[in-house]
């Protein structure tokens, strides 16, 4: 019984240190998520847990963010389609 007192004294102190993290996401890109997440067994909650865990850990975003990449030497269609009138 004892034991059982410990357990419970444990879950209710890692409990006090979670947050709720509310987010507004896209209704289509939460359920693609929770299907991938699921697949590798774990939660979209957890997910993101990963992702945090590994931002602090690289201290920035675990992947890189780039712009896209232009080929500014060849024309843009804008240019050729004004070129032509």
């Keep these: ?7 419970l004294k444990r879950e209710v102190m890692r409990m006090a240190k979670e ?3 509310q987010m507004r996401i896209d209704s289509k890109l939460k359920a693609e998520a929770d299907n991938l997440f699921s697949e590798l067994g ?9 992702f945090l865990k590994q931002a602090l850990i690289c201290k920035g975003l675990p ?6 990449m232009y080929d500014r030497s060849a024309p ?3 240019k050729e389609f004004s070129s032509d009138r």
């Design 1 to 7: 019984m004892h034991y059982n007192v410990i357990t």
């Design 76 to 78: 843009s269609e804008d």
């Design 19 to 21: 947050q709720t993290l």
């Design 63 to 68: 992947f890189q963010v780039k712009l896209p």
């Design 42 to 50: 774990i939660t979209t909650a957890g997910a993101i847990n990963l």
